[in-house]
């Protein structure tokens, strides 16, 4: 069992590990559904008797989720209004999501959610936390 | 009326009280973007709203009139496609307003039509729960059963009617396939929606967990992803391809008009001059004959050619809003726009600018952040819009030689109408970032672009959008250009001495051609330049007709096809001040009208005009003072 986003070479622009560290320290995990508040606590459970140090929980900003990866949102931090219009587009927390095509340069890019494909600016999905699902 | 405006987590129980008596007469379309309401809507009513393949085409109400089979008539009211009903953008505004009774001029509807995509409905059943709560009847449609089915996708809609408690169908507004529930739901008695539950309306994620357990308890198999769309985007969202594609498919676009359009135009041309000449000898009276042929005929008729242009554009944009391109479009510039402080959703209205400016500024409802909306109204009308086409097209007939530049794929008058494409698009990026960082700053909004899948444009949608232009284009030329035309020659042929015309400089069109001469002459215009130049104020190729109606009275110039005359009329630098000028210019009553209703004010258009006149002064200025050092 190995996350498939550890399994994968991050390009320049991504510094997921060390900065999903970074981000899980600074906004904790509060007021999530209840599917995405148990995802950490069964990840960390896992995590616990794992040999395998890649098994941590791995929070990154959704900017951050290389293409073709599937993640599951944990949280969006935004303002309230900001919050409900993404939210009305499928980003919620709990929802699964996986990252698509981008315009040139990577900004905006499409991510796949629910069904429909949703292009966002790097700077709302900068606020998105998610969590790299498992692959089995 | 309390009982219609229930809200909340209440349980419709009963019939609404007296309504059932009542048989309905109006129904609203209500849905979420591009759900295929519009679609629907022509169906229906037999009406030709326009439809296009990405999220925001219609912006504003407007009602049309089923009739059933019994003779009855039904009043049915397009609305901008919402999210939610709590909305942000004026589109939605309007939506939300007739839905509440709020919008003057439009009663209460009797029932709702709710439009969700059937291949959508996680998230487009989530609005179903604000929707119903309205407490009037609704029949709620399930829009693209093909697409469902041809994804392997499922629902029990029986099922589905039971939990929502209203009608349910599934139906392809495309195809008409279902739609006879329409007829069915407006014809059999009325019931207020009696949902086995709802959930907190405010409350986002409650519906949406309230339209899973729904579709979960309906046996909603979601359809397979749509395969063709993941492959297509695979190409043309690809770093490298996309870009490269969006940048052919631009210049395939103006290659087409003018490879394609010239040679129609030629043929309409002649047919046109051949109508006049076998028009001519039946008209007896001599000077009668020379206002209607020579004046007003050669007015219209030169405009007129330009049609197979205008509509080859109409063509090539049709292709490109229908099959869903333009939304992966609007992907690869977001980034060049949001340089410039132009909100990711400017992108479709500003497209949409290259056709009119008109239905662009209205587009622009669509943009919730209101400066943001006025920048992308600022700047829309420095997009190339249909009605420079035929002046573009016959400055540049006149002036550019045709050689073919990168081999047999690109003429060098495309190219020069490119440049101008591109000049007036980079005019308004400038403006933009002018406005978005001195009078209209704002904080940054989400950008969020739900991307369609492709689908192939049907024959309907394209041919109805080329005869609406057509008729469009045809009713300017047969009104405005018609009537210009007729009195430009006309007062070319007063005041008469001792009962003979003028020369046509002494005329009166040639005094106020000369007036004004003064002004525009270091641009390298001579006076009859002038007088396009301000019958161009009413619409901006009423310089074409002005031109072809003077030419066609001025007996030394009475022989040449209009390229020819412009030729002895305009110099190089002249003939590129004169293109510039169009470019940055304002000359657009309608353009005008619709900025001062949209914003509701004087100031905005006001501001517009005069920036817009003064940027086109100066620029056409450097333009023939630049021309004239270079190719002299």
Not at chain 2, 317 to 339: C, H, N, P
Not at chain 2, 366 to 389: G, H, Q, W, Y
Not at chain 2, 452 to 477: C, E, I, N
Request: hydrophobic share 45%.
């Amino acid at each position: 069992m190995i996350f498939r986003f550890a399994s994968r070479t991050p390009s320049s622009k991504t510094r997921p590990l060390f900065r999903a560290a970074k981000h899980v320290g600074r906004r904790p995990a509060s007021g999530s559904l209840e599917n995405a508040a148990s995802a950490p606590a069964e990840a960390s459970a896992s995590g616990a008797n794992a040999i395998d140090s890649s098994r941590r929980i791995q929070f990154l900003p959704l900017c951050d989720l290389p293409q073709g990866v599937h993640a599951i949102i944990h949280e969006i931090c935004l303002p309230a209004s900001a919050a409900d219009q993404v939210m009305l587009f499928g980003f919620m927390s709990g929802v699964e999501v996986v990252s698509g095509q981008s315009g040139p340069g990577g900004d905006p890019r499409v991510y796949r959610l629910d069904g429909t494909d949703v292009a966002i600016r790097r700077a709302t999905a900068r606020h998105i936390m998610v969590q790299i699902q498992e692959q089995a | 009326m309390s009982s219609r405006e229930c809200c909340g987590p209440s349980i419709g129980t009963g019939v609404l009280e007296g309504v059932d008596q009542k048989s309905i007469r109006t129904i609203a379309l209500v849905g979420p973007p591009n759900s295929g309401k519009t679609t629907l809507f022509n169906q229906l009513t037999g009406l030709n709203r326009k439809v296009a393949n990405f999220p925001g085409v219609t912006v504003e109400h407007f009602t049309g009139h089923i009739t059933l089979r019994d003779g009855k008539r039904v009043a049915l009211i397009d609305l901008p496609g919402i999210y939610s009903m709590n909305s942000k953008s004026e589109d939605e505004q309007v939506t939300v307003d007739v839905l509440r009774g709020k919008m003057t001029g439009i009663e209460l509807p009797d029932a709702i039509v709710l439009v969700l995509d059937s291949t959508n409905l996680g998230r487009h059943l989530a609005l179903a729960a604000p929707v119903i709560s309205l407490g009037l009847p609704t029949l709620v449609l399930l829009n693209m059963a093909d697409s469902l089915r041809a994804r392997d996708g499922d629902i029990d809609v029986l099922s589905l009617a039971r939990q929502l408690g209203t009608p349910v169908a599934l139906v392809s507004a495309a195809s008409g396939e279902g739609l006879d529930a329409v007829e069915r739901f407006v014809s059999s008695a009325m019931h207020q929606p009696q949902p086995t539950e709802l959930p907190m309306l405010h409350d986002i994620r409650e519906c949406r967990q309230w339209a899973e357990r729904i579709n979960l308890q309906s046996n909603y198999r979601k359809p397979l992803p749509p395969v063709w769309t993941r492959r297509l985007d695979a190409i043309y969202l690809h770093r490298l391809w996309g870009p490269l594609i969006f940048f052919l498919v631009v210049i395939a676009v103006f290659q087409t008009i003018f490879a394609a359009g010239q040679p129609i135009s030629k043929i309409l041309q002649d047919a046109l001059d051949y109508l006049g000449a076998a028009i001519s000898p039946h008209v007896g009276n001599v000077l009668i004959r020379s206002l209607l042929m020579d004046g007003a005929w050669k007015g219209v008729s030169s405009v007129l050619v330009f049609l197979p242009q205008i509509l080859l554009l109409f063509l090539l944009i049709g292709v490109l809003e229908d099959s869903g391109y333009l939304a992966r479009a609007a992907v690869i510039a977001d980034r060049t726009m949001s340089r410039f402080g132009l909100n990711g959703k400017a992108f479709i209205p500003l497209l949409s600018a290259y056709a009119c400016a008109v239905p662009a500024i209205m587009a622009t409802r669509t943009i919730e952040n209101k400066r943001d909306r006025l920048a992308t109204i600022m700047v829309a009308p420095f997009m190339t819009c249909s009605a420079r086409l035929p002046v573009y097209t016959m400055v540049i007939a006149a002036f550019v030689p045709n050689a073919r530049i990168a081999g047999v794929f690109f003429g060098s008058r495309a190219l020069a109408m490119l440049g101008l494409y591109v000049i007036g698009f980079l005019a308004a990026l400038f403006t933009a970032r002018m406005l978005k960082s001195s009078i209209l700053k704002s904080k940054d909004v989400p950008f969020l672009l739900e991307l369609p899948p492709y689908r192939w444009p049907t024959l309907r949608s394209l041919g109805m959008r080329l005869l609406d232009r057509t008729k469009a284009f045809v009713w300017r030329a047969g009104t405005v250009i018609l009537a210009v035309s007729l009195l430009l020659a006309i007062l070319t042929n007063l005041p008469l001495h001792q009962g003979q015309p003028p020369a046509i400089q002494d005329s009166i069109v040639g005094r106020i051609g000369h007036s004004i001469a003064p002004v525009i002459a270091p641009l390298g215009f001579n006076w009859k330049i002038g007088v396009g130049l301000l019958t161009s104020l009413a619409a901006r190729e009423v310089i074409v007709g002005t031109l072809g109606t003077l030419y066609g009275v001025d007996p030394q110039q009475h022989a040449m096809n209009l390229q020819q005359a412009l030729h002895s009329d305009l110099s190089l630098g002249g003939a590129a001040a004169l293109l510039i000028f169009f470019a940055f210019a304002m000359q657009c009553t309608s353009t005008l009208a619709v900025v001062r209703r949209e914003t509701n004010s004087w100031k905005w258009p006001a501001l517009q005009f005069t920036y817009m006149t003064v940027m086109a002064y100066g620029g056409a200025f450097v333009a023939k003072h630049l021309v004239d050092a270079f190719f002299r």
